[in-house]
């Protein structure tokens, strides 16, 4: 069932779906960064990004509010449900163009919390209902600058080999610091971002990096050529995953230098788990990814490197190092169960204290 609300104010509707990017803003009862986020989208140059909010079963109270500022920003907005977006892949293209323009909103409803791939893969379909060739994954604790959506237009006009691209991701305070410009894979299972902390003005003047990891923090990519997130993981570890795909299926990736996104760094897993469960989850999710990908000599050696820091990590987190040995048992657990961590795998690492 599609709903629709409309204001009066104009907006410009796209003629080719095809040209047109929706932007994927995943929100689990954050509305006012969402909100924040939104506001920045709308305030930007015109470049064909469309803004899908898809929320994962947020609080009533937490949809309504963020439904009524929406309605305050956006001038007309497609309501649609998770559920039902499979009974609308025969709709006509042309039934949703007017829902493409400047002043539009996608706001789509899952009704329960599929995690962060999960709920990004609806937006996904979203964007393979409407026959979009390229989708934006931003975090909903992000600021676009006013230019960062025509910097990507014009980057994928130039250098159009790159089927994946990420942003400048700076502080949103200081802004004018860089949290990363994506980054490379390391041997041993690890990931050096490139150029973090750096003062902007560091960059090089060239209009991009090539990378070979990116963040689902602003990532820009064609998700028929890349496919799309993994479901292995209820969250955290999507983006590792994908840049470990994009390297096994020789696919470069890149940074684009101009295109910048202001990043609150809000880490949602530290705000709802213990200091011990976040390791924990952090733990599972790469080794059972370097598992998945690498030579069994290489995971053995990630595996045995990772054990012997784990009492110098807990250490400097404020956690008794006396706990590395339960730590690792409860680790080895998960691995041999299956290959990856499902929302009651994730439930239960991230609450653990002991």
Not at 49 to 61: A, L
Not at 114 to 131: R, Y
Not at 149 to 167: D, H, K, N, V
């Amino acid at each position: 069932m599609i709903g629709v609300s409309v204001k009066t104010s104009p907006s410009r509707e796209v003629e080719n779906a095809d040209d047109v990017i929706p932007v994927i803003i995943l929100n689990w009862n954050g509305e006012d960064d969402t909100i924040e986020c939104l506001k920045s989208i709308r305030k930007s140059v015109p470049a064909g990004f469309v803004p899908v909010i898809v929320d994962n079963g947020s609080k009533p109270e937490s949809v309504e509010r963020l439904k009524h500022e929406c309605s305050l920003i956006f001038g007309k907005i497609l309501n649609l449900r998770g559920g039902e977006l499979a009974a609308l892949s025969d709709s006509p293209r042309a039934e949703f163009a007017e829902y493409l323009g400047e002043d539009t909103l996608v706001f789509i409803e899952n009704g329960e919390n599929k995690g962060f791939a999960g709920g990004n893969n609806v937006g996904i379909k979203f964007a393979e209902l409407i026959g979009a060739e390229w989708v934006m994954l931003l975090n909903n604790d992000t600021v676009v600058s006013p230019e960062a959506f025509q910097e990507l237009r014009r980057f994928l006009g130039s250098y159009p080999s790159f089927p994946a691209i990420t942003a400048q991701i700076r502080y949103f305070s200081p802004n004018t610091r860089i949290q990363n410009c994506g980054g490379d894979l390391t041997y041993f299972g690890r990931q050096k971002y490139k150029f973090a902390n750096m003062d902007a003005s560091a960059l090089p003047e060239s209009d991009f990096s090539v990378v070979s990891f990116v963040t689902g923090c602003a990532l820009l990519f064609k998700y028929k050529a890349t496919g799309i997130l993994t479901e292995d993981f209820f969250f955290g570890e999507e983006d590792y995953e994908f840049s470990l795909r994009m390297k096994k299926l020789g696919l470069e990736m890149a940074c684009a230098h101009g295109a910048v996104v202001y990043h609150k760094v809000g880490a949602t897993i530290s705000r709802n788990s213990t200091r011990l469960g976040a390791i924990l989850v952090y733990y599972v999710n790469r080794l059972t990814n370097t598992r998945n990908y690498y030579s069994k000599v290489r995971w053995h050696t990630i595996r045995i490197l990772a054990y012997l820091y784990l009492p110098v990590l807990l250490g400097r987190k404020g956690i008794d190092p006396r706990n590395a040995i339960s730590a690792i048992r409860r680790v080895e657990s998960c691995l041999k169960r299956s290959r990856g961590v499902d929302r009651a795998e994730f439930r239960s690492l991230v609450m653990c204290d002991r």
